[in-house]
């Protein structure tokens, strides 16, 4: 059992790890998910940050927690985060992916990545800066969250291959900006994420 497990297990609680994907692209939703893992399997050692994964071993990997740990899912799509700004959105996510876990299990404590707590989330958490790499539960929840948002980048590909949102998950790459310049946003972008590159009044089109 590796050292995040044992990170968990020093709670001596159960716990629901939650993490996010998707905060900083120009395009496409934020995706938050909540896990709690009933009981160690061995694929678990596996875990680690989404970020240093290779795509198939995420797909992996989400597949297996899917199938053994309890999961929820919350997402805030571009119009939600145009409406309310991207932090009270991936708050909106992470709350929508608890209230799901909430429906299937009891748990103590919820933990999530990064130095901000869920606002107007009322139950005891705590935030725990890289959580991703330090917990187990929330590192789970990182390749929940990634897999997710992945996917549904991939759908609005198919929908808007002109993006190119399968290559580059709606991110401000070099290949993204260069295609927005040239043809401005679609409705999947986030309209206020868009002025540095298109300017204002690009960006009201």
């Given amino acids: 059992m590796g050292s995040l497990a044992e ?31 009933i009981q160690y399997f061995k ?10 994964l290779s795509e198939k071993k995420r ?13 929820g899912t919350g997402i805030a799509d571009e119009k939600e985060i145009d409406e309310i700004n991207i932090l009270n ?6 709350r929508k992916a608890i209230n799901e876990v909430k ?4 748990f103590d404590i919820v933990l999530v990545d990064g130095n901000h707590k869920i606002r107007k989330y009322e139950g005891e958490q705590e935030a725990v800066i890289k959580g991703d790499s330090k917990s187990l539960s929330i590192a789970a929840a ?21 993006y190119r949102f399968d290559k580059h998950k709606g991110y401000a790459t070099k290949l993204h900006r260069e295609i927005l310049l040239k043809k401005g946003p679609c409705k999947y972008h986030r ?10 009044k690009e960006n009201k089109k």
């Fill in 7 to 37: 990170f968990d297990n020093s709670y001596n609680k159960i716990i629901v790890g939650v993490d996010e994907a998707g905060r900083g692209p120009l395009a496409g939703p934020v995706v938050a998910a909540a896990v709690i893992i």
């Fill in 43 to 52: 694929e678990l050692d596996e875990i680690n940050d989404s970020k240093k």
């Fill in 59 to 71: 797909e992996q990997l989400f597949e297996l927690i899917k199938e053994k740990c309890i999961v």
């Fill in 89 to 94: 959105a991936t708050f909106s996510a992470m």
């Fill in 103 to 106: 429906e299937k299990s009891d």
């Fill in 142 to 162: 990182s390749i929940v969250a990634k897999v997710t948002r992945d996917k549904m980048m991939k759908e609005m590909s198919e929908e808007f291959p002109e």
């Fill in 191 to 200: 309209k206020t994420f868009l002025s540095k590159i298109l300017g204002e």
